[in-house]
């Protein structure tokens, strides 16, 4: 099964930028940590830089963090030895994960979901989250909400900040929805300036898919979870049809 990962990691190929520019969103914590037991290992599933990772193993979690992509396991494993945290990191594809532990809670965030493209790729990775979690064990995620007023326009737009090294960076982005196959496809120019000169530019480009609320419940009920909460942000409102997010806190079925 081509589960299309190879070819879409591109925006994720400068690890440690990424990672200044994403390391301090952390809205998705607490929500997480209401769930985090003591008796059990968690497992983070794309779990990239370590984001999340590394602040649950710093309040005394056992974590275990996957990812598809060498080079953000590397930055996070960086960090994780930096501050003497024993995590496990695994180089493993989500819907065919092979961990030797169990776990009562599971948690993918930052709209990791929308990297699974096709119908049979969502089926491998539900089947196996199900797979490691133990009787009546929690699996929590999030994805964008299809809000089909901005999803019908083709989008443009730019943004301006300043790089690591401290080169300026102009970034325009392009993105298209294909609504027959629930796709967003964005691009994104990179100009990096020495003073008003472009010294060099980068490309690169993402495939997200989309999945609608009702959509979800059914996949989510096919493969054996049951809805305990559905959230439109990571701070628990109301899912509504104009919600940013649909954050999931799923149980295994069968099971008290």
């Known amino acids: 099964m081509n589960n299309i990962f190879s070819n879409n990691l591109e925006k994720y190929e400068d690890a440690n930028e990424y990672d200044r520019k994403h390391e301090n969103f952390l809205v998705d914590l607490p929500l997480i940590l209401e769930w985090a037991p003591k008796d059990s290992p968690i497992i983070e599933l794309a779990c990239g830089t370590g984001r999340l990772t590394i ?12 990812d598809i992509h060498a080079g953000m396991l590397e930055r996070a494993k960086a960090k994780a030895i930096d501050k003497n945290l024993p995590i496990q990191w695994y180089l493993q594809d989500c819907t065919q994960l092979s961990l030797t532990k169990s776990t009562k809670l599971m948690f993918m965030s930052g709209n990791s979901f929308q990297h699974f493209l096709t119908n049979e790729v969502q089926d491998a990775l539900f089947q196996s989250v199900h797979r490691h979690l133990e009787a009546g064990g929690i699996f929590i995620f ?13 989008d443009e737009y730019e943004e301006h900040f300043t790089h690591s090294s401290g080169i ?16 967003l496809h964005c691009e994104t120019e990179r ?12 490309k690169d480009r993402i495939l997200l898919r989309y999945v609608f609320p009702l959509e979800m419940r059914r996949l989510l009920n096919e493969h054996g979870f049951k809805v305990l909460h559905e ?13 940013p997010q649909m954050v999931y806190v799923c149980q295994k079925k069968g099971s008290s």
């Open 55 to 66: 602040p649950l193993a710093e309040q005394g979690h056992e974590m275990i963090g996957v």
């Open 168 to 183: 300026l960076v102009a970034e325009y982005h392009k993105e298209t929805y294909q609504p027959m196959t629930q796709i």
């Open 142 to 154: 999030d994805t964008r909400n299809p809000i089909m007023e901005d999803l019908s326009k083709v």
């Open 191 to 202: 100009r990096f300036f020495n003073g008003t000169l472009i010294e060099s530019i980068e």
């Open 231 to 243: 959230y439109g942000d990571w701070n628990k409102s109301l899912l509504t049809a104009n919600s």
